[in-house]
């Protein structure tokens, strides 16, 4: 399809696993970001990626999280020793560029047992 | 820092109601503010947008003015539709940033 697409759909996974988180951006879209949506909360940013820089890693929460992006295209959001509070959906999303509209992918849901 | 603040849900109105649904904002210089809308099942996406102030974003029916003077975009419908069940986001990119920041949502039921 020509949308933004992550996979999984759905990850459970058991404390303290690692577990990793994929982002297809849309076709030459050069601007790419991460945002986490936990429970009744509005969306957290993450990280932004342009190509495959990242100017402001200041959003992850802590530093089991990384993110790389390879080839300007595919993202990966890793989380190492995972906790409980991880849980969320976590949401994609590109651009052609940063001033322009961001579409979102359907998102991973994380549920940390 | 940045921040959205819209009213909390849900918001429960019957078929052909007038919708508002209240977001003000703290930012510095100049954002740009936007609306999102999440269908039930699916992803993200842009509703309507504006990005200076006066400047009214408008779509499917939505409208938001940009008021400065206030700082708020509030969303507005004069008549929903079932089929605009969903949840709303109200959120804002500085200028010249990167960083989109959005409120927690509200989530708006429409009854037949």
């Known amino acids: 399809g020509a949308g933004v697409s992550q996979s999984p759909s759905n990850k459970v996974t058991e404390k303290g696993k690692d577990v990793e988180l994929r982002c297809d951006p849309i076709?030459?879209?050069?601007?790419l970001y991460w945002y986490r949506q936990s429970l009744g909360q509005g969306l957290e940013f993450l990280i932004y990626?342009?190509?495959?820089?990242?100017?402001?890693k200041s959003g992850l929460p802590s530093d089991r999280f990384s993110a790389e992006r390879t080839g300007g295209s595919v993202s990966t959001l890793t989380i190492q020793r995972t906790q409980q509070e991880d849980s969320a959906v976590y949401l994609c999303a590109s651009s052609t560029d940063v001033n322009q509209p961001q579409h979102f992918g359907d998102g991973t849901r994380l549920s940390i047992l | 820092g940045d921040s959205v603040t819209q009213m909390e849900g849900p918001v429960t109105l019957s078929e052909e109601a007038f919708l508002t649904i209240n977001c003000t904002y703290t930012a510095t210089g100049y954002p740009s503010l936007f609306w999102y809308v999440q269908y039930p099942g699916e992803g993200l996406q842009l509703l309507l947008k504006a990005t200076k102030a006066d400047d009214k974003g408008s779509n499917k029916g939505f409208e938001a003015t940009y008021r400065k003077e206030t700082t708020s975009f509030h969303l507005e419908k004069g008549s929903v539709q079932v089929s605009d069940s969903a949840v709303y986001f109200c959120a804002l990119r500085n200028t010249g940033g990167f960083k989109t920041i959005f409120g927690a949502g509200t989530r708006l039921f429409v009854k037949a």
């Open positions: 990626f342009q190509g495959n820089s990242a100017p402001d």
């Open positions: 076709s030459g879209h050069t601007a």
